[in-house]
């Protein structure tokens, strides 16, 4: 279990938070500090990649849709980038259509 590790990337008009490590209850805090401050910042987009995350717990998928009505309503657009782990999760509790994920194709493990 690697502790959720949060970097920011400034792309354009898009801000990139990239998540490397398992996302816990106890990380909440720190990922929402992370997110909130970019409702007031210059960008347009907030892209969160997951990518390098192999596990979250239900908890993140609450904040999650939390920060997500909070960027909407300052006119920010929030996308998803997700692992493999984290796609199956989503698609498990139906949360697709909840989120504007970026659709790729991953490998067969």
Do not use: W
């Amino acid at each position: 279990m690697k502790k959720a590790e949060y970097s920011l990337e400034h792309k354009g008009a898009q801000t990139i938070v990239h998540v490397n490590g398992d996302i816990r209850g106890s990380d909440i805090q720190a990922f929402c500090n992370i997110i909130e401050p970019l409702r007031t910042s210059h960008c347009e987009s907030v892209l969160i990649d997951f990518t390098q995350v192999n596990f979250i717990e239900s908890s993140t998928v609450g904040t999650l849709i939390h920060l997500k009505r909070t960027l909407e309503k300052a006119g920010k657009k929030m996308q998803l980038d997700l692992s493999e782990y984290v796609e199956k999760v989503f698609s498990h509790f139906g949360l697709r259509v909840v989120f504007d994920i970026i659709e790729r194709k991953h490998s067969a493990k």
